[in-house]
């Protein structure tokens, strides 16, 4: 996993540059060089502007959703693993590029990111399946090897990471 992370991390942002200089150029043909920098710059900052405003509006709205929830008795793990996601949206947006631009958005959009939710939820079900998560149940109500579920259906998963030998 870490791997993959490090990866990730020294990957992407030669790709977000490579990005970056090829829709420079396609704006450069059509408007000049000087005026295409001006636009691509232009595009990298509207996006963050626009991240932080949406985030901020999501978020205020999944607060709210959540005190609903959380008053009539509920837990709300699809809102917060929505919000979650919202903020990991809103953090792509923030970072300079397209690529990362195009993720954020994707996270912001509530019904793509109910989406990666689903998305989640089931890579989490199989890495439990498979023994790579283990479940420990604990709480006021639960003993330890009791199933807690919520008035939706959805299963409550204590996370514990374990190294593999």
Avoid: C, N
């Amino acid at each position: 996993m870490l791997g993959r992370l490090f990866l990730l991390f020294m990957i992407m942002p030669f790709l977000e540059l490579f990005v970056i200089v090829q829709v420079h150029g396609a704006w450069s043909a059509r408007w000049g060089g000087q005026s295409a920098w001006l636009w691509t710059l232009g595009m990298i900052f509207l996006t963050a502007i626009f991240g932080v405003s949406v985030a901020r509006s999501q978020g205020f709205r999944l607060y709210t959703q959540a005190q609903q929830q959380l008053r009539s008795g509920q837990v709300p793990s699809q809102t917060m693993l929505e919000g979650l996601l919202m903020l990991g949206g809103a953090t792509a947006l923030i970072i300079p590029g397209y690529i990362t631009d195009v993720l954020g958005l994707l996270l912001l959009i509530p019904w793509t990111r109910t989406l990666f939710v689903k998305a989640l939820k089931s890579w989490m079900g199989k890495q439990v399946g498979s023994g790579h998560i283990i479940v420990h149940q604990s709480g006021f109500y639960s003993q330890p090897g009791t199933l807690i579920r919520e008035s939706d259906g959805v299963d409550i998963i204590d996370v514990e990471p374990i190294q593999k030998s």
